[in-house]
């Protein structure tokens, strides 16, 4: 699932986790990095790249792109499904390197389609590493693709990096559908030593008008294959299943990768109250019916707007979960549930389940939990921190947006930020989407990466 707010691995190898931040408006987008340390996140970017097309970076994606020429750094990705550079839309992926000293100016490879209103990128995800090959790949969406049946794009890396010249191409099975409207790295569901990946069709029809429907690629020694491994479809009218996607970590600790699914429409009783699933893994693969499945019951709540992983915050050994929700002021929700072997079992539904951590935000139509990440160690405490960004913030300037980080512990989340930054211009749209970095500049630290216009 790509983001504007995502942990960055470690771009710079220094052992902390690094985190990347982007926004973008009508005029230009701003991609930032915050490198982790022993003192932890500056107030200052250490990375910055500005995007020069005016029509760009209306709805940029960022992602950890994992360590796609296994240098030992991590590497992240960007994608301007709006970008012209020849053809009115067309969209532009952009592959950034780690090294030693971090991330470099320019992006070391580019791919675009040259198709007008192809909108390559709306969605972007590592892929892990599907061929099992030691190196990462690279997952993009173009959902618009012929009559919005959509498409998908796996790039395999290289001891060269990322080339246009290994790809492969997963295309959806109907019109309207919008087949890789998100894109997610799943881990490994079926724990055969290779990556596998999610994706979903929100808008998907049969039977039922907008049901959803959400696929699975199992990876493979010869990677990925063209027909899905496994499918999920919702069977209710408008929920569009899969409009948010994520890998959920081991959430049941059963040594099998699971999956994370938002469904911000879902309605049952109360009008677009929202949902949440997540997908066990086993042997042979996904589940057919979820193991954790919450709705909010509360009217045009739309929980399950954006999801994530979010690592192990309280150091238990169990993959932790998020997910967001929107309110009728539209400040903004957070939820975090840990992962739990003893309270849910595969024949709960409908859980009446309180979250372990949650937060609210603080202004007006601030939208906190636009995008929500993990950020992965930005301390180096050996506990997961979360990374969640309110675009819409205002604080002196309209629509400046910020993003706030929260430190894991044996506790859990803590209730007070960690770090937090605002931009200070009107209409910045800061933290639209938020990223971990890894660690580009190999110091042993998480850094961020953020974006802002």
């Not at 010869?222 to 994520?246: C, H, M, Q, R, W």
Request: charged residues 15%; aromatic residues 12%.
């Amino acid at each position: 699932m790509g983001s504007a707010i995502s942990t960055a691995g470690d771009i710079n190898g220094d052992g902390f986790s690094d985190i990347i931040i982007a926004s973008g408006n009508i005029e230009f987008g701003i991609v930032r990095a915050y490198y982790g340390s022993a003192s932890g996140l500056s107030s200052s970017p250490n990375w910055e790249y500005i995007h020069s097309n005016s029509f760009g970076f209306q709805e940029l994606e960022i992602c950890l792109a994992g360590d796609v020429n296994d240098d030992g750094y991590s590497d992240i990705a960007i994608s301007a499904p709006y970008d012209e550079n020849g053809e009115s839309n067309e969209g532009i992926i952009y592959l950034f390197y780690g090294s030693s000293n971090g991330l470099t100016g320019s992006a070391q490879w580019t791919y675009e389609l040259n198709i007008a209103e192809a909108n390559l990128g709306i969605s972007i995800s590592s892929a892990g590493d599907v061929n099992g090959d030691g190196y990462s790949d690279l997952l993009v969406g173009q959902p618009n693709w012929n009559n919005s049946i959509g498409k998908a794009y796996v790039f395999y890396g290289s001891s060269n990096g990322m080339s246009e010249l290994s790809v492969d191409e997963l295309i959806g099975a109907a019109s309207n559908s919008e087949f890789s409207s998100q894109v997610s790295y799943a881990g490994d569901v079926n724990h055969d030593g290779y990556s596998d990946i999610v994706i979903s069709a929100p808008k998907y029809s049969n039977g039922e008008s907008l049901e959803g429907k959400l696929y699975a690629y199992y990876g493979s020694s010869t990677g990925i294959e063209n027909a899905p491994s496994y499918s999920y479809e919702s069977d209710i009218v408008g929920t569009e299943f899969g409009s948010s996607l994520s890998s959920a970590g081991d959430f049941n600790a059963d040594g099998y990768a699971d999956v994370l699914v938002g469904s911000a429409f879902y309605t049952n009783g109360q009008n677009q109250e929202g949902e949440v699933l997540v997908i066990c893994g086993s042997e042979t693969g996904l589940a057919d019916t979820a193991f954790f499945r919450l709705e909010s019951n509360i009217e045009a709540c739309s929980l399950g707007a954006s999801v994530s992983v979010a690592g192990d915050v309280n150091g238990d050994g169990i993959g932790d979960i998020m997910m967001s929700a929107r309110n009728d002021l539209s400040e903004g929700q957070v939820y975090l549930f840990n992962g739990n072997v003893m309270n849910i079992t595969s024949s709960s539904s409908w859980l009446a389940y309180t979250p372990n951590w949650y937060v609210i935000g603080d202004t007006l139509d601030g939208n906190l939990g636009y995008s929500v990440e993990s950020a992965g160690d930005v301390n180096g405490d050996g506990f997961s921190d979360v990374i969640l960004g309110s675009y819409f913030y205002s604080n002196g300037e309209s629509h400046e947006g910020k993003a706030y980080i929260y430190l894991g512990s044996e506790n859990g989340l803590s209730d007070t930020e960690y770090w937090s930054y605002e931009t200070d211009y009107p209409d910045a749209n800061f933290g639209v989407d938020v990223s971990p970095a890894g660690d580009v500049n190999g110091d042993g630290y998480s850094d961020v990466i953020v974006g802002a216009s």
